[in-house]
Structures are given as structure tokens and as C-alpha cells.
């Protein structure tokens, strides 16, 4: 269904249509495109941002929704907030219920604690989710941690703090294999041999994946 306003630009765009058949319309120069965005994009419209007057983020300028929210008055009541009662009482507490925070819940129960996750939407609704390409992990043959090590830091041009990198490639093949123990159906070969395939700044194929979908999955 089409609203009123569509309709008539619509119109417009029939009536037009036989003029514009066969022109051949330039190309917009950088500076061009700018100016209609200016003009027309939310983003480059300097009245729909403003700085924003308290906080770590103070004086920065951002869209005048957000500045409203980040000012806005807390939606906790802190009258009605009794910090003498106890409503929930856990071991452990997750901030967070993408793959970092449901990975570590599982961890943390299989312990033996008393977990409990904390999320401002549902569980799994998360960056984890969005992502498509994959996961890099150095457990073929012709590659090791050291050259996914190489790589990486060859790929941030030398700035990565190296022990986080350290870290990385050494747990990434116990962290596929774990996803893998837990039904993850990453895309492999007819005999089970795990397919992988060259990610950015790889100097081996190390990204396993499930089709498009690695992060949902």
C-alpha cells in the first residue's frame, strides 16, 4: 500500500518519464553529492544534532534523540529500590546475552554456580548475532598459533596489545571445537573435515563458518 504521498510522487515520476528516456544525466562530483546530502541526509543536517551537557560523553555533539535519552531522567525509582531485600541472590552475575555471556554462563553453571544473566533485550539478541563471515582458528595442518599470531598483528599494523592477541589464537581451536561439541553446524566436508577459508589478513585458510549465518548459528 502506497501512501498519499507516494502517490503523488509517483505521478510525478510517470509524467516525466517520456523527457527522461534516452538523456544521459552526468555524474555528480564529490562536492555535489555532498551538498545534496547536506541538504537532505539526517546525518549532515547540523539542527538535528546538539552537544550533550553531562556525562563522560559531555560536550560531544550527537543526534538530538540520543542527547534527549543519554539527559533523560532514570527509569529506576530509587525510592522504591530497597537494597535490604534481596530478590535474587547468585554466584555469578552476566551483563550481556550474546555469545561472550551465554558461553560464559554455561561455563560458570557447569561449575557449580548459581548463574543469572542480565540483558536489555532477549537472549541472543546481540552482536554475536549479526555476524556472517566466521570464526579464525589455527587447527589445520599447515597452520599453527604462531602464524594466526603474525597475522594478526600484521593486520592492526603492530599496535594489538599483544598478550590479548596471545590469547586469541591460542583458545581459538579449543573455542571451535567446544562450538562444534555443542551441535554448532559449522560447514564442513562429506567426511566431517572442517572447511575453511581465507579471512582478511590471512596468510592461511583459518575462518570456519556456517554458511552466512556463522553468528546466529
Not at 589455527?138 to 603474525?150: C, E, G, R, T, V
Not at 598478550?163 to 591460542?170: G, P, W
Request: proline letters at 4%.
Amino acid at each position: 500500500m502506497y501512501t498519499p504521498e507516494m502517490r503523488e510522487l509517483i505521478k510525478k515520476v510517470e509524467a516525466t518519464r517520456s523527457k527522461r528516456l534516452g538523456h544521459d544525466f552526468p555524474r555528480l562530483s564529490p562536492e555535489a553529492k555532498l551538498e545534496i546530502l547536506k541538504k537532505n541526509h539526517p546525518d549532515y543536517i547540523e539542527s538535528g544534532f546538539r552537544a550533550i551537557n553531562l556525562g563522560v560523553n559531555k560536550g560531544q555533539r550527537v543526534p538530538l534523540e540520543l542527547a534527549d535519552l543519554i539527559e533523560a531522567k532514570s527509569r529506576l525509582e530509587m525510592d522504591k529500590i530497597d537494597l535490604n531485600k534481596v530478590d535474587y541472590d547468585v554466584d555469578v552475575l552476566i551483563v550481556g546475552a550474546g555469545g561472550a555471556g551465554a558461553s560464559a554462563a554455561i561455563e560458570a553453571y557447569k561449575t557449580g554456580a548459581k548463574v543469572m544473566i542480565a540483558t536489555k533485550l532477549r537472549f541472543g539478541d546481540a552482536n554475536t548475532m549479526m555476524a556472517e563471515g566466521g570464526i579464525q582458528a589455527a587447527d589445520k595442518p599447515d597452520d599453527s598459533p604462531a602464524k594466526h599470531y603474525l597475522d594478526v598483528m600484521g593486520g592492526g599494523h603492530f599496535t594489538n596489545v599483544p598478550e590479548l592477541v596471545r590469547a586469541l589464537v591460542h583458545d581459538a581451536p579449543e573455542a571451535i571445537k567446544w562450538l562444534n561439541d555443542f551441535g554448532v553446524m559449522f560447514d564442513k566436508e562429506e567426511d566431517g573435515t572442517m572447511l575453511t577459508n581465507h579471512g582478511g589478513g590471512t596468510s592461511r585458510k583459518r575462518m570456519h563458518a556456517a554458511a552466512d549465518y556463522s553468528g546466529a548459528e
